[in-house]
């Protein structure tokens, strides 16, 4: 039996589950008014009780030689569930499996592909193992962020932020929601280039507000929530994003 977790807990995995491999134990300890040596123990508990039950890299597979993601929504016996569970990540491109509990579509299985034949012969693999496939779709993108309620009670949560590759070779293309308080909120796309907020290279090419769709000119005047998409061919910043989010 697991022991319960307290608010230092919660905080500690809060900033892990936001960015672990650049988070040290002396950067919690600040942020949670608490000694590094201590921090080090309470995640050391924490992965003894099965808390913490690893540290995994994101990767954007369509970056790596532009390999394909898909998702299969698969069904199986609730009594053979585990077990097949575990057999499908043992087929070669399948990188995560999920259990559900739930009737039909109770194991949802992650696989990359380096091509569509690719994903067909995963499929194929998949019901070779008596799994039911219902139904399949090739990821565009994914979000992440941390569990809003282990974070300070004192901080606004912020918005995922997202990179994608996109629009054309190696361009970066990055969403983000402009927050309250950012350095470019209530100025001119103008503005904003004449002050060097804006890296050279950066080109605001979409912005959503509410319902509406702006196109950006240089008279455009950013405001606070709106959804905001950059494109760079050299790559965009932490800098520049702070511009938007404040951070």
Do not use: W
């Not at 988070?23 to 000694?35: F, R």
């Not at 932020?161 to 970066?172: H, N």
């Amino acid at each position: 039996m697991t022991e319960g977790i307290d608010e230092i807990d919660e905080r500690i995995l809060y900033y892990l589950t936001e960015d672990a491999r650049h988070t040290s134990a002396p950067d919690i300890a600040e942020e949670v008014d608490i000694s590094p040596p201590t921090v080090r123990n309470r995640i050391r508990r924490l992965e003894e009780n099965g808390v913490i039950i690893g540290y995994h890299a994101h990767v954007n597979y369509e970056r790596a030689n532009s390999r394909l993601t898909n998702l299969f929504v698969c069904t199986t016996s609730a009594t053979k569930r585990q077990e097949l569970a575990q057999r499908a990540l043992d087929i070669p491109g399948v990188v995560n499996v999920r259990e559900i509990m739930t009737g039909r579509g109770d194991l949802r299985i992650k696989a990359v592909g380096t091509d569509t034949d690719d994903l067909t012969r995963i499929a194929q693999d998949i019901t070779d193992l008596g799994i039911e496939i219902d139904d399949e779709a090739l990821l565009h993108r994914e979000y992440f962020r941390p569990y809003a309620q282990f974070g300070s009670k004192d901080e606004e949560a912020t918005s995922p932020v997202t990179g994608v590759a996109g629009l054309a070779g190696a361009a970066d293309v990055v969403e983000v929601i402009v927050k309250d308080g950012a350095p470019i909120a209530g100025k001119t796309l103008k503005e904003a280039n004449d002050e060097d907020l804006i890296a050279s290279g950066i080109l605001v090419v979409r912005i959503d507000r509410g319902e509406e769709t702006v196109t950006p000119s240089g008279g455009t005047v950013i405001q606070e929530d709106d959804f905001v998409t950059l494109h760079s061919r050299s790559g965009i910043t932490d800098e520049t994003l702070g511009v938007f989010t404040g951070k």
